[in-house]
Antibody, heavy 117, light 109 residues
Framework: EVQLVESGGGLVQPGGSLRLSCAAS????????MSWVRQAPGKGLEWVAN????????YYVDSVKGRFTISRDNAKNSLYLQMNSLRAEDTAVYYC??????????WGQGTLVTVSS | EIVLTQSPATLSLSPGERATLSCRAS??????LAWYQQKPGQAPRLLIY???NRATGIPARFSGSGSGTDFTLTISSLEPEDFAVYYC???????????FGQGTKVEIK
């Protein structure tokens, strides 16, 4: 079955760190750009980061630059998002998404990150 | 940064009616414009990519049009399962960053 499954979300204090994972199956993971997209409670979608097939190119939304790092392990069919210096405004459901040209054609179910003391 | 503005914010229609959703960009986005549908508690689903191409498995009642700065998603005849929130999204040429519109909610009248 073609799917993406996120994990690693949870409750973290402001200033803390969290690492999200996304396990891909059913398709050739190494052939696709991948993305992270988040959605704050009751709000719209916000793109967070993209990574090229071989990991050589990475792009971030300005609000997470220097704090978040996207990475991938093609041997493990996995995508990651290391989140440091977390803030209350980072509270959201984080989705990983397979990226086809300029759109996300496959999404995971999301993992909730809550930043609160 | 390219800003996408969707209108209207809410569209109140009855099943069987035609829905027309607009997405306007602050500058030209070429054809890198996509549309997604999201239902409560679910992940978004890709409907349209490259402005006018239906994604795999998407019914023909969904169509996309436009270029440059003005784009439209049309649902020709609303089915009960089409009541949801719709987002447009663009990818800038370089660097390849994305932005989303704020969404249009299609609700049952």
């Amino acid at each position: 079955e073609v799917q993406l499954v996120e994990s690693g979300g949870g409750l973290v204090q402001p200033g803390g760190s969290l690492r999200l994972s996304c396990a891909a199956s059913g398709f050739t993971f190494s052939s696709y750009w991948m993305s992270w997209v988040r959605q704050a409670p009751g709000k719209g979608l916000e793109w967070v980061a993209n990574i090229k097939q071989d990991g050589s190119e990475k792009y971030y939304v300005d609000s997470v630059k220097g704090r978040f790092t996207i990475s991938r392990d093609n041997a493990k069919n996995s995508l990651y998002l290391q989140m440091n210096s977390l803030r209350a405004e980072d509270t959201a459901v984080y989705y990983c998404a397979r990226t086809r040209i300029a759109a996300a054609d496959l999404w995971g179910q999301g993992t909730l990150v809550t930043v609160s003391s | 940064e390219i800003v996408l503005t969707q209108s209207p914010a809410t569209l109140s229609l009855s099943p069987g009616e035609r829905a027309t959703l607009s997405c306007r960009a602050s500058q030209s986005v070429s054809s890198y414009l996509a549309w997604y549908q999201q239902k409560p508690g679910q992940a978004p689903r890709l409907l349209i990519y490259d402005a006018s191409n239906r994604a795999t498995g998407i019914p023909a009642r969904f169509s996309g049009s436009g270029s440059g700065t003005d784009f439209t998603l049309t649902i020709s005849s609303l089915e009960p399962e089409d009541f949801a929130v719709y987002y447009c999204q663009q990818r800038s040429n370089w660097p390849p960053r994305w932005t989303f519109g704020q969404g249009t909610k299609v609700e049952i009248k």
